[in-house]
């Protein structure tokens, strides 16, 4: 009944892939999006030392080259009228097995675009910041090579026509991600740390493969246009499995609960990276598959529930652990996984918050990506230490470091007009809009969203308080300096996006507008409470949590050594125990299992029915083997009985 | 066939078989060496009778002058006293090889008995153009690519026959320049060790040569013959040296100042 | 007396080869009695090529005699190793590959 | 794909291609033995057999003469005029000597090897023209005893048959000198026999048969030593090696081996192998008229005069002969002059030298042949020949100063290395030497600095050298100043602590 109800009260358009035409122009070039990063990993690892010396600068050409590339397509695709921005870019066939056929082929459309050119532009800096950042690194070169691996395969992810290219990119950037990670494997730590963002990583993995499979049995095809197409057709608890599958998918890359261990400890890897790819753009690769998927999602209910849930859950969640963390890396991871919760929950809202999703990601992208850099920044002037405990009254040694991460703190606070106001607040707004299916759903949402503004406020002060106000903590050996060019241009960039993009977006509707064709256009609902007031709330309930950050960490003095404190905030700076929880209730058993497993593989298949086939062959090669008594002249011997048998055979016969 | 050509075969044909039998009866590898050659050489005449002139030639040639050549070096380089027991080890061998290969040629013979040959051709027409013309058209065109495989597993075979006969120095053949400036660097022999049969009163390997002031150098007998002790002792100036027969281990290793010294 | 003659003078060499292989235990003479084989089949092929009239079969023996040179040019050279290992020219004793 | 079809291809078409290609000459032989009865066949093999017999009577004799006025001493000179008929003599003597066989020897072999290098050494000869077509008894019949499409080859197969002679007789011997005589024998002769062989392949390309009579006929207007000039110098020095002749017998070799394989022979069988040595020259020697002199044809300004006169009949034996006995001349020149070649030089040689120049030598042969007018593998006309003629001469002359220039180098590297060093320490052996002409004194260490210790952080080698100090220690990073700070720290506490001692 609520999914008639929703599907036709929604009037929702063609989904942008069923109707891309074949791409002219510049657009027909996409796939030089794509080439030139690859190019550059190419180069950069096969070439090996020989690239040593102009490697990094290469990759960094070759990543501004690839934003050139897709500000073009973004400029003929603006030229477009609004159904017409769908293009696809066949490129060859890729998998022909039976009935089944893969093409593998880009889809350009506002939506791709969108990340595409989040990502270069982002992916391009962050190259910048790291030419001076990694300056002193021995393996310059390698980690050069796989940034550009990195964003070769996010486009892939997001202009893939179809899942299973799609996939490829996936695993692409779980690839650099992995490799990232561990960039500095020498310390098994930062070891570890790259294998289990791979190994939870994987799960999600599982979880889109079956989904995949799902798609191909029910649609034949995995294609976004095919799926999309015929999406209406299938049954809802089809749908509602395949949606719930590549929610957990989203979940794992995404580090939504219940698969966010890894996030925090993927904080091993080189600064840029964390704001690159754990920041910026792999991370919210889920939401983006969500968005894309809307098709599959608009269609049930339950499953967009889940999503809604899962997003609440880990804003809280991610809230709520940054509150308690002393690294100033691990704050900031934890803070991403809350802002990507607020995305899930618009985009697990349906139709009105898929934009609103997209347009938080885009903002959060550069504000999250431009404090990453900020942290950066601090560790480069502080011996790399990341305990917040040991900096504060930072603003007065690193003065450009100090402004660009006041926009980025100001803009994740949502203070207007910052970009962190347009797009978190939309999302508030929306998560209060009753969608008819019980205004209990639009109250808990958006209390959960409003609350997790104010906690939001709280630690983002807290950290921002701690590492540049208050009394200088820092020890002896640390001498505190501003960074270089390089590291600092690009901070600034992304703080004046931290200021302006939310305005400049929203200005009219300039973004919701340009995603129409792949979101929807949707009437918008009132909420259960009036905007002002869910503004006002906000705002209120920020500057709260401000106060408080202030008051604590601002002003009072912070001690060294972190106090104990109350078993919440023990419990918060473990992660709210999920390690624990995955390794009592999850590996244990998990490996109980496996031993049950081999003792039934070692006793009763190897045991009975292997080991007996092959002492019975034992038994008989025990009396064959006589005839292999080493001498040439008897396997001749036998050779020739053969060939007189044969010979006799013939002759008898004939 | 005709008659000169049956006297050939009558001829030569058994030769073959006896050759072929020498393989097998011979107790020296050599003599069975050449047994095969002989056979060799027969086919390849057969050959030359069948108007196959060219393979006839490479036969002999090929075959007779270099494939058993090689086999003959081989032979000498092993060792030509085989040490190979005549007793047959392996218990049933032997009676299990005649009964087989005598059961193999009745089987065979039959077979080409019974077979209908159709009437021979004859290689006048094939062979127009002249024995090697025709062949070589025959091999250039059609089976050209086998030729060329042909040529490649030949360059293969060469490769590994000098992988499996080479043999690692372990320290760099000394040169006729090294050894010299060693000899000199030595102070001994400075200019050869001397040949038998100077100065001396006898004109054999075995008798040592004497020195300008008439003592024996012992160093002139070849080592072999000390080995053996097949030396002769030479009396010099009247005192018989024999019972001391000349140790040229001693003498090569032995630095000549001092000898001279001895015998002053 | 027809050209079948060579066939039989060939089957009779390629039996007189099979049992040298057979019997010969020194390695060399077995390996001349492959050779001896090898030969025999020569002298049919020549023979059906007159026989036929076609020059296939003389092309055949000059392959075989090619076949025949890189194989013995190999075989002498394993001899060869054997020997400096083992000391040994007896086909029995390289019997390192049984049981 | 693609590689099958291009196969398919060439095996489809090949033949047509090859089936279009005209061949200049026939294939078989020219000489016309119709007819020649049986009979004459026999006066013929007698005739060569007797020709040469006496041909080796007469070489003796004439080698030892010449050999002797070339060391400035007479030669035999005691039986008959010029001691013609010593030879003679010392062939009876070898007859009546006793036949001694060694108590190790193996008996049969010991007798069938000389036999079997005597009665080979003739076979050979049956196929050499030695003239035209001459009348005998009536008949009209071309003086060669016989005539094949393969007959160069017998020549090789026949040699590399009468090879198992050499091998034989020092197996045979049972003693150790003769079987390394017989082994040298057996790798000289298939080493050589190669070159040889590719010598004789680029006369093929050129007569386009290997018939000798056709050969022969081939070269009416060049010889084929103009235009194969190369193959000839090959096939002279691989023939030498073939005969076992100096300064390639090393399979006798009397200094190292005491005589080599015959060294155990005595009598008429050691006769045999100087008869077959001796008829092994001349074997060589008129296939070598036949390949590259023109065989039986008159040289060139005889053979214009009257249409070629000289050409007919009888007179052809006269010029085979003379030009035969050049090469014999020719033999006797090197055993004069030249001293036996080392044996790992002269198999070097072989391998590394004479076969992979003679295959270059072949292809290029093989080019030039393909270019020629009348065959025209390459298009008509004159231009194919120069083209192809002028890529050859640049590569070999490429070659040669690839060659050249890598020799050059390896030199300048050996002076290189061996160049003592431009600097010498006149007290490193704790004792004062000279400089070599061209190196210089390296200056004495001051003084001072040979009372102070080493420093250990300057790293500097010419530690003795004051200025490089002092510039050293102006340009010194951090680390090293401190490092320098704490050395001399450390000696004056040193040298305090011993004042206080003392």
């Known amino acids: 009944m609520s999914v008639l109800e929703t599907s036709v009260g929604l009037a929702l358009a063609d989904p942008s892939a069923v109707r891309a035409v074949e791409a002219t122009g510049t657009s027909a070039l996409a796939w030089l999006l794509i080439a030139l990063p690859l190019l550059g990993a190419a180069l950069l690892l096969i070439g090996g030392r020989a690239t040593d010396s102009f490697g990094p600068l290469l990759a960094t050409l070759l990543s501004w080259g690839s934003f050139v590339v897709g500000a073009l397509i973004v400029l003929q695709l603006s030229g477009l009228a609004e159904d017409e921005r769908a293009m696809s870019v066949p490129l060859w066939d890729w998998v022909t097995a039976g009935d089944l056929s893969v093409h593998a082929g880009l889809l350009i459309d506002p939506l791709s675009m969108a990340f595409v050119l989040l990502i270069t532009f982002v992916g391009s800096l962050i190259h910048v910041y790291s030419l001076g950042y990694m300056e002193h690194d021995p393996d310059k070169r390698r980690f050069f090579a796989y940034l550009n691996l990195f964003v070769a395969a996010m486009l892939i992810l997001v202009l893939a026509d179809s899942y299973l290219l799609l996939f490829v990119g996936w695993e692409g950037v779980g690839l650099a991600s992995y490799l990232l990670i561990g960039f500095w494997n020498h310390n098994p730590a930062y070891a570890s740390a790259a294998n289990k963002a791979f190994v939870v990583n994987r799960i999600g993995d599982f979880a889109l493969i079956i989904a995949m499979a799902y798609m191909l049995a029910t649609f034949g095809g995995l294609d976004f246009a095919t799926v999309h197409g015929s999406a209406g057709s299938a049954s809802t608890t089809i749908l509602t499995i395949i949606g719930l599958l590549l929610l957990l998918g989203a979940c794992g890359k995404s580090a939504q609960f219940p698969l966010q261990s890894w996030l925090g400890d993927a904080m091993a890897g080189p600064t840029p990276v964390s704001a690159l790819i754990h920041a910026a753009t792999m991370v919210t690769a889920g939401v983006y598959l969500v968005v894309r998927s809307q098709a599959i999602f608009d269609l049930t209910p339950e499953a967009r529930l889940a999503v809604a849930v899962v997003g609440a859950i880990t804003l809280l969640y991610g809230a709520i652990v940054g509150c308690a963390k002393d690294d100033i890396k691990k704050a900031l991871a934890a803070s991403t996984m809350s802002q990507i919760g607020y995305m899930m929950l618009a985009a697990g809202l349906g139709p009105i918050g898929y934009a609103f999703a997209i347009f938080h990601l885009i903002t959060h992208g550069f504000f999250k990506a431009g404090m990453f850099l900020g942290a950066g920044s601090v560790m480069h002037g502080m011996a790399d230490r990341v305990d917040m405990r040991r900096f504060g009254g930072l603003s007065g040694m690193m003065k450009i470091t100090w402004l660009t991460f006041m926009a980025g703190w100001l803009a994740i606070l949502g203070v207007p007009p910052f970009a962190g106001f347009w797009s978190k607040d939309k999302i508030i707004e929306s998560a209060f809009v009753d969608q008819g299916n019980g205004a209990w759903q639009a109250w808990v949402f958006g209390l959960v969203a409003l609350i997790g503004a104010g906690i939001t406020a709280f630690y983002m002060s807290r950290l921002f308080f701690m590492t540049f106000h208050g009394k200088a903590r820092w020890e002896d050996d640390v001498d505190p300096h501003e960074s270089p060019l390089t590291m600092t241009v690009p901070m600034i960039v992304l703080a004046v996006g931290s200021v302006a993009l939310g305005f400049i977006l929203s200005w009219r509707g300039t973004f919701a507008s340009w995603l129409e064709p792949v979101t929807g256009h949707v009437e918008h609902h009132e909420p259960v409470l009036s905007v002002p007031v869910i503004m006002g709330l906000t705002l209120v309930l920020v500057i709260i949590g401000g106060a408080i950050a202030w008051l604590r960490y601002g002003r009072d003095e912070v001690p060294v050594v972190a106090p104990v404190g109350s078993f919440a905030t023990r419990a918060a700076r473990q992660d709210l125990f999920q390690d624990e929880f995955n390794e009592n209730f999850l590996r244990r058993p998990g490996a109980s299992l496996v031993a049950g497993l081999e003792v039934a593989d070692d006793d009763v298949i190897d045991g009975g029915l292997v080991g007996g086939t092959s002492r019975g062959l034992a038994g008989v090669a025990d009396v064959v083997r006589r005839a292999q008594n080493g001498f040439v002249r008897t396997y001749a011997l036998t050779m020739l009985a053969g060939i007189v048998a044969i010979l006799g055979a013939v002759w008898v016969i004939q | 066939m005709s008659g000169g050509e049956a006297l050939l075969f009558w001829v030569l044909g058994p030769t073959c078989v006896l050759g072929a039998l020498g393989l097998l009866f011979a107790r020296k590898a050599v003599h069975a060496a050449m047994a095969m050659a002989l056979v060799m050489v027969g086919l390849g005449i057969f050959y030359i009778a069948q108007y196959a002139e060219f393979v006839g030639i490479i036969q002999i040639f090929v075959y007779s002058g270099a494939v058993m050549m090689l086999f003959l070096f081989v032979i000498m380089t092993v060792g030509t006293e085989s040490s190979i027991s005549p007793i047959e080890t392996i218990s049933g061998q032997r009676a299990w090889g005649w009964i087989l290969v005598l059961l193999f040629g009745g089987v065979a013979m039959y077979g080409v008995a019974r077979v209908t040959f159709p009437e021979p051709v004859g290689l006048g027409g094939a062979q127009a153009e002249g024995t090697v013309t025709a062949l070589a058209r025959e091999i250039f065109s059609r089976q050209v690519i086998s030729f060329e495989v042909l040529g490649s597993l030949l360059v293969i075979a060469v490769m590994g026959a000098m992988v499996l006969a080479h043999r690692e120095r372990l320290v760099p053949r000394a040169t006729q320049r090294v050894l010299a400036a060693d000899r000199v660097r030595r102070n001994t022999f400075v200019a050869g060790k001397p040949a038998p049969g100077v100065y001396a009163r006898h004109n054999a390997s075995d008798v040592p040569a004497l020195l300008p002031d008439g003592t024996p150098a012992d160093v002139s007998v070849p080592r072999t013959l000390v080995a053996r002790g097949q030396t002769v002792p030479v009396p010099y100036r009247g005192v018989d040296p024999a019972g001391t027969p000349p140790d040229a281990e001693a003498a090569d290793t032995a630095p000549p100042s001092t000898r001279r010294g001895d015998q002053a | 007396m027809n050209l079948t003659a060579y066939i039989y003078l060939a089957t009779l060499l390629f039996a007189i080869g099979a049992l040298v292989v057979l019997l010969r235990r020194n390695t060399i003479i077995v390996f001349m009695g492959v050779e001896l084989m090898l030969n025999a089949c020569n002298l049919a092929l020549i023979t059906f090529a007159r026989m036929h009239g076609s020059l296939d079969g003389q092309v055949y023996v000059l392959f075989v005699m090619v076949v025949a040179a890189a194989e013995v040019v190999v075989g002498l050279a394993i001899i060869m190793s054997i020997y400096r290992a083992r000391r040994s020219a007896s086909v029995d004793d390289a019997n390192l590959l049984k049981l | ?502």
């Not at chain 4, 007479?74 to 030879?87: A, D, I, M, S, Y």
């Not at chain 4, 072999?109 to 008894?137: N, Q």
């Not at chain 4, 024998?185 to 680029?202: C, F, K, W």
């Not at chain 4, 006149?426 to 080493?454: C, D, H, I, K, S």
């Open chain 4, 1 to 502: 794909m693609s590689a099958v079809s291009v196969l398919n291809d060439v095996t489809t078409q090949a033949p047509t291609l090859l089936a279009a290609v005209p061949l200049p000459m026939a294939d078989g032989p020219r000489a016309d033995f119709s007819d020649t009865p049986w009979w004459l066949s026999l006066i013929k093999a007698v005739g060569i057999f007797v020709y040469l017999l006496l041909s080796v009577l007469v070489v003796i004799w004439a080698e030892r003469r010449i050999i002797g006025r070339m060391q400035q001493r007479p030669g035999p000179n005691r039986f008959g005029p010029f001691g013609v008929l010593q030879t003679l003599a010392d062939g009876l003597k070898l007859i009546m000597k006793e036949d001694v066989t060694p108590k190790n020897a193996d008996k049969v072999m010991f007798i069938i090897a000389p036999l079997m290098v005597g009665s080979l050494a003739f076979v050979s000869f049956g196929i050499i023209p030695m003239g035209g077509e001459v009348s005998m008894f009536g008949h009209t019949t071309p003086l060669q005893l016989t005539d094949m499409p393969v007959a160069t080859l017998l020549v090789l197969a026949v040699a590399g048959v009468g090879a198992y002679g050499f091998v034989l007789a020092g197996w045979s011997s049972g003693s150790t000198y003769p079987l390394l005589g017989g082994l040298r024998s057996t790798a000289q002769v298939v080493s050589y026999e190669i070159a040889m062989g590719l010598s004789l392949v680029a006369v093929f390309l050129y007569a386009g048969s290997m018939s000798t009579s056709e050969i022969v006929a081939a070269q009416d207007r060049w010889w084929f030593v103009f235009p194969l000039f190369f193959s000839f110098i090959v096939y002279i020095i691989t023939m030498v090696g073939e005969t076992n002749r100096l300064p390639f017998d090393l399979a006798e070799g009397e200094g190292e081996l005491g005589g080599g394989f015959h060294t155990e022979y005595s009598s008429m069988k050691f006769g045999m192998f100087f008869l077959g040595e001796y008829i092994n020259m001349f074997t060589v020697s008129a296939l070598a008229t036949t390949l590259f002199l023109g065989g039986y044809n008159a040289p060139w300004p005889i053979g214009a005069i009257n249409d070629g006169m000289f050409n007919e009949g009888w007179w052809g034996l006269l010029w085979f002969t003379a030009k035969m006995w050049l090469f014999i001349f020719f033999y006797v020149w090197l055993r004069g002059s030249l001293p036996r070649v080392r044996y790992d030089q002269f198999m070097k040689f072989g391998w590394k030298v004479l076969i992979p120049l003679s295959l270059i030598w072949v292809i290029a042969v093989m080019l030039m042949r393909a270019a020629d007018p009348s065959i025209g593998y390459f298009g008509e006309g004159r231009l194919p020949v120069i083209i192809t003629t002028a890529l050859i001469i640049v590569g070999v002359v490429g070659g040669i100063m690839l060659l050249m220039s890598r020799l050059e180098k390896r030199e300048a590297q050996r002076q290189e290395d061996r160049r003592p060093p431009a600097e010498v320490d006149p007290f490193a052996g704790g004792f004062p030497v000279p400089p070599m002409p061209g190196q210089t004194l390296r200056e004495p260490a001051p003084r001072q600095r040979a009372v102070a210790p080493a420093q250990p952080l300057s790293g500097d080698t010419g530690a003795g050298d004051a200025g490089a100090t002092e510039a050293g220690s102006t340009t010194t990073t951090t680390t090293t100043a401190v490092a320098d700070r704490e050395d001399t720290d450390e000696t004056t506490g040193h040298t305090t602590g011993e004042d206080t001692r003392d």
